[in-house]
């Protein structure tokens, strides 16, 4: 007679499964995201103009999103956290376009890497989630990548530049908690409140008319398959992770920016660029291993 099987073992291989899906789904959010830099660099319209569109094909996107995903109602579902959350990401992604416009692209990458250890203390003083050694570790061992990358690129950023990417950061920290803290609410309602926020603030002080054909259809690739498709990816997988994790998944987005820019600009990264994102890739590999190995010695050793 074959023995019962071990409900804590079934329980384990349930949340290492989620874990694993949801660093998947990070992931790919990064990877939409890290084509941002890239975008930004090819239009020709002013910050407010391209928060302006982009938020606009954003707001569309995720809209018929939640729509085909048998949303309606959507205002109804503006409770709880979610108008919180469109808030945090709203001001992260406006702050994103600024940092770009008034600073370095290297001080907003810097300052943007500091994301996962204001995650990392986030969760711990209000979700009780107590953070690896190993994980922060491997956020320090990032964070020096990030260094590394942009050690060579030009500075003299300006203040309030550098004063946005730290904005975003917290802010889209902020955000990756309370996602983590109410697994159980479905935030794509805040991704389409977020877009219209984002939207609303930059109309008064935008001049869309002036947009080219050109830089239209690129930032309605901006609003749909950087920040749309982004989000939701990042919604779901953010839902399973930690909040530190995923935060430090997140940072893929420095390592691919530069990779798209060469891609297509043909802007070949400097020895600096590519030690740092090896250092990066390296880190979040290793970490990656030693979360896939070390839930299924557990469950090796109940057996």
């Known amino acids: 007679m074959s023995p019962a099987p071990d409900p804590t073992a079934t329980t384990r291989s349930a949340s290492t499964i989620a874990t694993r899906r949801g660093a998947l789904l990070v992931a790919g959010a990064a990877a939409c995201w890290s084509s941002g830099a890239l975008i930004t660099r090819l239009v020709t319209t002013g910050p407010w103009t391209t928060t302006l569109w982009r938020s606009l094909f954003a707001s569309l996107f995720l809209a018929a999103a939640l729509r085909l995903a048998g949303g309606g109602g959507v205002i109804a579902r503006w409770r709880g956290p979610v108008v919180p959350v469109a808030l945090c990401m709203a001001l992260a992604s406006t702050c994103f376009i600024f940092s770009l416009s008034l600073t370095s692209v290297a001080n907003t990458l810097i300052l943007m890497s500091t ?39 030009p500075g003299g950023g300006a203040l309030a530049g550098d004063l946005l990417a730290i904005v975003m950061a917290g802010s889209f920290a902020v955000a990756t908690v309370l996602v983590r803290r109410h697994p159980e609410v479905q935030m794509v309602p805040a991704a389409v409140l977020s877009t219209a926020i984002a939207g609303l603030v930059a109309l008064p002080l935008a001049d869309p008319l002036s947009t080219s054909p050109r830089d239209l259809a690129l930032l309605a690739f901006f609003g749909v398959g950087q920040f749309g498709a982004g989000f939701l990816l990042f919604m779901a997988g953010a839902r399973l992770l930690p909040a530190a994790q995923t935060s430090l998944i997140g940072m893929l987005e420095t390592v691919l920016g530069p990779l798209w820019v060469w891609l297509v600009l043909s802007e070949r990264p400097g020895t600096a660029s590519l030690a740092g994102g090896a250092l990066i890739l390296t880190a979040l590999l290793a970490n990656t291993l030693v979360e896939l190995v070390t839930p299924a010695r557990a469950v090796v050793a109940r057996r």
């Not at 711990?124 to 590394?148: P, S």
């Open 115 to 153: 994301g996962p250890y204001v995650a990392g203390l986030l969760g711990w003083l209000l979700l009780g989630e107590r953070v690896a050694v190993r994980t922060w570790l491997t956020m320090a061992v990032a964070l020096a990548g990030a260094v590394v990358m942009v050690s060579s690129s």
